[in-house]
């Protein structure tokens, strides 16, 4: 069976980084139940592109992280939807939320009130900038961690300006921090039986994600700078032009870039001292990457990225999405999944003896309140009546 069947998990997030952690949970296993307001996970409207009319439209922005999930509506202020959600975390191994700072409080979901309730529950809580701190009252939004944490500044072309990535990598980084801290936290209820609080930001994440990059600045004291499509500390490792079109090659050793100097006849560059060794390299690439430049620009991508293959070097085109999601690697790897007609990319994890649960489409707003209520011993209708849910 997958690894997290009978785990429960109460996802009180929205937009993307609690959300991704509850859909990678919910991939291994775990019941996730995603309690919304009313008027649903702002990613609801988050398009075009949508699936479907009316109560049955899907933006694609939603459906990327939120597969295999239950919803219910809820507003968590009505007083009626009050025992209801005391009930729901009650029930909890696991409770996901991204609130401001002194929202949670505000309603009643601090952290003696939740131990109260169940003092097994693991409590997941994930800001942009932390609980404390200067920044403890600031909204997180990716794109702003990304201009504030230095990952623009290391991202773009080198004499062009700084541009963030082109995906929310903040909020997945995120949102896969917080899926093995809940992880961590469930092995040490098994030993103490009891519950933690554990605490993520945007802000953290992504300084602690430059990883050698900020390393490099600690280091020296010196600022990194942008390499565009090169690496700082590896050459040659970057795109280069064929005579039509760009591939990508990953020279990350001597001993590979020994390999590359037989394949480009070039055998006198393995003991000259200006590229014989990485560090060597890396110093005069000034020189190194025109030389190599021109080299390339002689044939066309296909027939380098055959040598490059043959002599067992990594190079890969430089693909659209839609080639990646479409080509033979990914469909060899199972990667394009569906379920009810929704399209979404599969979890790349792969367990010998615990599958990934089948793919279950995203839910529709409030699509399983009226059985959740009902396994609780709540009546739906009635606490639809006064607006405590949807």
Same mark, same amino acid.
């Given at each position: 069976m997958p690894a997290l069947s009978g785990l429960k998990v109460l996802e009180l997030a929205r937009v993307l980084a609690g959300p991704w952690c509850g859909m990678t949970l919910a991939d291994l296993g775990a019941e996730v139940i995603k309690i919304e307001p009313l008027e649903g996970d702002d990613t609801r409207g988050y398009g075009p592109p949508f699936l479907g009319e009316g109560e049955a439209r899907l933006?694609?922005?939603?459906?990327?992280c939120n597969r295999?999930?239950?919803s219910i509506a809820m507003d968590l202020r009505h007083p009626d939807a009050r025992p209801l959600l005391e009930a729901l975390i009650r029930d909890a191994d696991v409770l996901i939320e991204n609130f401001r700072t002194g929202v949670a409080e505000s309603l009643g979901l601090d952290e003696a009130t939740l131990r109260a309730l169940n003092p097994r529950l693991i409590l997941c809580a994930i800001s942009g900038y932390g609980r404390t701190g200067p920044g403890a009252l600031r909204p997180g939004y990716d794109f702003a961690v990304q201009a504030e944490s230095g990952l623009m500044s290391i991202t773009g072309p080198a004499e062009g300006p700084a541009s963030k990535v082109g995906v929310a990598s903040v909020d997945i980084t995120t949102g896969l921090n917080a899926a093995i801290a809940?992880?961590?936290?469930?092995?040490?209820?098994s030993v103490?039986?009891?519950?933690?609080?554990?605490?993520l930001s945007l802000f953290d994440v992504q300084v602690q994600a430059l990883a050698n990059v900020a390393g490099s600045v600690l280091f020296t004291g010196h600022d990194a700078q942008r390499y565009g499509n090169a690496h700082a500390s590896i050459v040659p490792y970057q795109t280069f032009d064929a005579a039509d079109g760009a591939f990508a090659l990953a020279c990350g050793s001597d001993a590979l870039w020994q390999r590359l100097c037989l394949l480009l006849a070039r055998p006198r560059w393995v003991e000259d001292p200006r590229c014989a060794t990485n560090a060597a390299r890396v110093q005069h690439r000034d020189w190194l990457i025109p030389e190599l430049e021109r080299l390339f620009a002689a044939d066309s991508v296909a027939a380098w990225l055959a040598r490059?293959?043959?002599?067992?070097?990594?190079?890969?085109?430089?693909?659209?999405?839609? #080639? !990646?999601?479409?080509?033979?690697?990914?469909?060899?790897r199972g990667l394009r999944i569906e379920a009810d007609? =929704?399209?979404m990319v599969a979890s790349p994890l792969r367990m010998s003896a615990s599958p990934m649960t089948d793919p279950l489409r995203?839910?529709?707003?409030?699509?399983?309140? #009226? !059985?959740i209520c009902a396994s609780l011993g709540f009546d739906a209708t009635a606490?639809?009546?006064?607006?405590? =849910?949807?």
């Open positions: 933006s694609a922005y939603f459906a990327s295999g999930k239950r809940i992880l961590a936290a469930l092995h040490q209820r103490t039986g009891e519950g933690q609080r554990i605490e490059f293959e043959a002599a067992g070097i990594p190079a890969a085109p430089v693909n659209s999405v839609r #080639d !990646a999601l479409h080509g033979e690697l990914a469909t060899a007609g =929704v399209p995203p839910p529709h707003l409030g699509e399983h309140t #009226d !059985a606490l639809r009546a006064n607006g405590a =849910v949807r």
